[in-house]
């Protein structure tokens, strides 16, 4: 038993000192491209997310905003130009890279017949992290999420499936690069609000984001927020 | 206390998850079963009581019933991911992505092809089987069955993001999955003659271990490709 307190400590103490070492590199764009079925959507587009930053991604329909995302996160190649995560290229150290970063996709990526905290719990696994359902219930009751816990994801109204997706963002040891798309997406406002100031405190610690949204946002005049318009 | 995932606790994960997924959703692996059983039990009513002859066919006629079953749910492997945006967060863990095809192939195996294996002695009994044949028939689809998940799992890849992906996968894997029906009911046939089983087990166990490395390299490039 001391032995595995050990273990945990130590482990815990190795991904502290590796997240600490992430929130100081930087995410780099450089001259890239991106064309999807035979329209380009952007081409040679520079840019640079900084520890402490957020970039909020916005433009109308089809402009290419998910597609940037996906690229920034390793999971579309651009069809020119390369994507730096601190002084070296995603694909080069794609492992490490993946282990630094949160993608939430514009669909929850949550399993149907799985309760919260066991899709929690699983979610956090493939991302490298091993945690106790006590933790995942630790960050759906911070999400004000407790009363769905124990509830399989297809009794859960499309709003609530989103909050429990976003409650990834609440477990401990939180990864420096948090990738969202749409994040926004059927929350109600109060959720709004709550994710919102979550985005603030994660980048007050030095962590980035990149999000994309069709909405005005509270936090659009914060000095730490980047806009892009694709 | 939360702390890092080592790669085999991820890889023994996803192959918890899928077979937790599974069990959730017992249809699926229950119609493969009871397919197998339909498909199994039409053969002695259409050929009628001829007990010499259904000894003959039994063990190509259970095998191309099994082969037809596990083809049932080889489009879910990575569909359902898919469709509910898991598929991503399975392309971002730090688990090089052929390990995680492996891990779903394993899972996906020992909730449809070990099931057909176990229940493959019972349809025997309705060919008339002596019961050493019937464990050549079995030890045939527990080497076949996993076999039939690598291969399938290529197809399932291939097609992922195109309509009608059942039928599409099945003209792709059945040509590809012929060698291990001949070797599989070729095994039983073989003993049944006394001719023994090394050369066939010994030919199944070889194409198992070629598929083990080279099927979840060719999955892990089709799923890329299918995504991009």
């Given at each position: 038993m001391i032995v595995v307190n050990l273990l945990n400590s130590f482990y815990c103490l190795v991904t502290l000192i590796q997240n600490e070492v992430a929130m100081l590199k930087t995410l780099r764009l450089e001259s890239v491209s991106c064309i999807r079925g035979g329209k380009s959507l952007f081409t040679n587009l520079d840019l640079e997310i900084k520890p402490g930053t957020i970039l909020r991604i916005s433009g109308d329909n089809g402009s290419g905003k998910s597609s940037l995302l996906r690229i920034l996160c390793g999971l579309l190649p651009p069809q020119a130009g390369k994507v730096v995560w601190g002084d070296q290229l995603i694909h080069e150290d794609r492992d490490q890279f993946h282990s630094e970063l949160i993608y939430l996709g514009h669909i929850p990526a949550l399993k149907a017949d799985f309760t919260a905290i066991e899709n929690l719990m699983s979610l956090a696994l493939l991302s490298g992290q091993s945690i106790t359902a006590e933790e995942a219930l630790r960050a759906l009751t911070a999400a004000d999420l407790a009363d769905q816990a124990h509830r399989a994801i297809r009794t859960l109204s499309q709003g609530q499936k989103q909050r429990i997706a976003l409650a990834?963002?609440?477990?401990?040891?939180?990864?420096?690069l948090w990738i969202l798309d749409e994040p926004f997406n059927a929350l109600d406002q109060q959720s709004n609000q709550l994710l919102q100031s979550l985005l603030l405190a994660h980048v007050k610690q030095n962590g980035m984001v990149a999000i994309s949204s069709h909405q005005a946002l509270s936090i659009d005049d914060d000095p730490q927020v980047m806009r892009l318009v694709l | 206390m939360s702390h890092s995932a080592t790669s085999t606790s991820i890889f023994i994960g996803i192959i918890k998850r899928d077979l937790q997924l599974a069990l959730r959703r017992k249809s699926d692996s229950l119609s493969a079963l009871i397919f197998f059983a339909v498909v199994a039990s039409l053969f002695p009513l259409g050929i009628g009581p001829e007990t010499k002859l259904l000894m003959q066919i039994a063990p190509g006629m259970l095998w191309i019933a099994a082969l037809l079953a596990a083809m049932l749910s080889l489009h879910k492997m990575f569909t359902e991911d898919f469709m509910d945006g898991s598929l991503d967060q399975i392309l971002l863990t730090k688990l090089p992505l052929s390990l995680v095809v492996l891990a779903k192939t394993i899972a996906h195996w020992l909730s449809s092809g070990v099931l057909l294996a176990l229940i493959s002695p019972i349809l025997a009994l309705q060919f008339n089987l002596p019961f050493d044949s019937v464990v050549v028939l079995f030890l045939s689809l527990l080497l076949g069955t996993p076999l039939l998940s690598l291969i399938g799992s290529i197809g399932a890849g291939l097609t992922l993001?195109?309509?009608?992906?059942g039928t599409l996968l099945s003209l792709i894997i059945l040509p590809l999955v012929a060698p291990v029906l001949i070797f599989g009911a070729g095994a039983v046939e073989a003993y049944q003659a006394g001719l023994g089983l090394t050369a066939h087990f010994s030919l199944l166990g070889a194409m198992l271990a070629i598929a083990l490395f080279l099927a979840p390299i060719a999955t892990a490039a089709s799923l890329r490709i299918a995504l991009e």
């Open positions: 990834r963002l609440r477990l401990p040891n939180p990864k420096p | 993001a195109s309509r009608g992906g």
